[in-house]
């Protein structure tokens, strides 16, 4: 493997394949090329003949890039962040993207948005497992976790996705108290207890406006949430997007909402909007109790 001609050609023989991943992972045909395009320049930077699967290598890369990718600000994606205030009616059941993926190769809109709500890890452990049937132990490396930790974020993505097997009416009773116990906690500057409410694998996405800002992991993001507590102290629970959230009110002034996304008793995601110009109007739904 150590003439360039017959490596190039290796890599034009797996590049299908390298696309069809990358375009997954990133929902752009367009990124995937650039993802490709990096996998090529890296193989060209190493010494080939250290690379004893080169099927597997190119995998490992091409998702190390597009995790990369995925965790960059621009890749934020933005949402409606419709604002109501709590009513206790059930929320729908998800569809199953592994279903909607086997139909086709076609890409669906369905399927990304889907998708679309995953951490960037979630996402790599899903795709890279159930769609292209990648070992646990391969996408480990890819991630850098245990074998047994990219299994749970694989089975907690599947969940997030598609609800759980039965179809279930949410507790929008029990969202309220964990809402209400997130801001106490907040509040307080009581780390256990935040830990206590947050899945370890946990992500936070917050859209500043001019910048954005993803954390991932229980700890981070409830020490930022400790910081955060003079927030909590002026903020009311609401409903975003048929979600669990809170808006935080400062001299009669939305300055942020926060949607939860609730698996299993424990918050998963977590979702911030901070950005002044699209806050704008969210205070008229403030303006009587949403209890």
Same mark, same amino acid.
């Given at each position: 493997?150590?003439?360039?001609?017959?490596?190039?050609?290796?890599?034009?023989? /797996?590049?299908?394949?390298?696309?069809?991943?990358?375009?997954?992972?990133?929902?752009?045909?367009?990124?995937?090329?650039?993802?490709?395009?990096?996998?090529?320049?890296?193989?060209?930077?190493?010494?080939?003949?250290?690379?004893?699967?080169?099927?597997?290598?190119?995998?490992?890369?091409?998702?190390?890039?597009?995790?990369?990718?995925?965790?960059?600000?621009?890749?934020?994606? $933005?949402?409606?962040?419709?604002?109501?205030?709590?009513?206790?009616?059930?929320?729908?059941?998800?569809?199953?993207?592994?279903?909607?993926?086997?139909?086709?190769?076609?890409?669906?809109?369905?399927?990304?948005?889907?998708?679309?709500?995953?951490?960037?890890? /979630?996402?790599?452990?899903?795709?890279?497992?159930?769609?292209?049937?990648?070992?646990?132990? $391969?996408?480990?490396?890819?991630?850098?976790?245990?074998?047994?930790?990219?299994?749970?974020?694989?089975?907690?993505?599947?969940?997030?996705?598609?609800?759980?097997? $039965?179809?279930?009416?949410?507790?929008?009773?029990?969202?309220?108290?964990?809402?209400?116990?997130?801001?106490?906690?907040?509040?307080?500057?009581?780390?256990?207890?935040?830990?206590?409410?947050?899945?370890?694998?946990?992500?936070?996405?917050?859209?500043?406006?001019?910048?954005?800002?993803?954390? /991932?992991?229980?700890?981070?993001?409830? /020490?930022?949430?400790?910081?955060?507590?003079?927030?909590?102290?002026?903020?009311?629970?609401?409903?975003?997007?048929?979600?669990?959230?809170?808006?935080?009110?400062?001299?009669?002034?939305?300055?942020?909402?926060?949607?939860?996304?609730?698996?299993?008793?424990?918050?998963?995601?977590?979702?911030?909007?901070?950005?002044?110009?699209?806050?704008?109007?969210?205070?008229?739904?403030?303006?009587?109790?949403?209890?």
């Amino acid at each position: 493997m150590t003439d360039r001609r017959i490596l190039a050609r290796r890599f034009e023989t /797996e590049r299908p394949r390298l696309r069809a991943i990358a375009t997954r992972l990133l929902s752009s045909p367009a990124d995937a090329d650039d993802a490709i395009q990096e996998t090529w320049l890296r193989l060209e930077r190493i010494d080939v003949t250290t690379i004893d699967n080169l099927e597997a290598w190119l995998t490992t890369v091409v998702s190390r890039v597009s995790l990369d990718m995925l965790r960059t600000p621009r890749r934020t994606r $933005e949402q409606s962040w419709q604002v109501e205030q709590w009513r206790d009616e059930p929320a729908a059941v998800d569809a199953d993207p592994a279903d909607l993926v086997l139909q086709s190769d076609r890409i669906s809109t369905a399927l990304l948005v889907l998708l679309d709500t995953l951490s960037p890890a /979630e996402r790599i452990a899903l795709v890279l497992h159930d769609v292209f049937g990648r070992p646990f132990d $391969e996408i480990a490396e890819v991630l850098d976790r245990s074998s047994d930790a990219v299994r749970q974020l694989a089975s907690r993505a599947r969940r997030r996705v598609r609800g759980s097997d $039965e179809p279930r009416a949410t507790d929008r009773g029990k969202e309220r108290r964990m809402v209400d116990a997130w801001l106490i906690a907040a509040r307080d500057g009581d780390l256990t207890a935040l830990l206590s409410l947050l899945d370890d694998g946990a992500t936070l996405r917050a859209d500043y406006g001019t910048s954005t800002q993803i954390v /991932e992991g229980a700890r981070a993001i409830a /020490e930022q949430a400790v910081l955060s507590g003079r927030l909590a102290a002026h903020s009311t629970p609401i409903r975003i997007d048929g979600r669990p959230g809170v808006a935080a009110v400062m001299r009669g002034v939305v300055v942020s909402i926060m949607a939860f996304d609730v698996v299993d008793d424990r918050i998963v995601a977590l979702d911030v909007l901070a950005d002044p110009s699209r806050l704008t109007g969210v205070g008229a739904v403030l303006d009587t109790d949403p209890r």
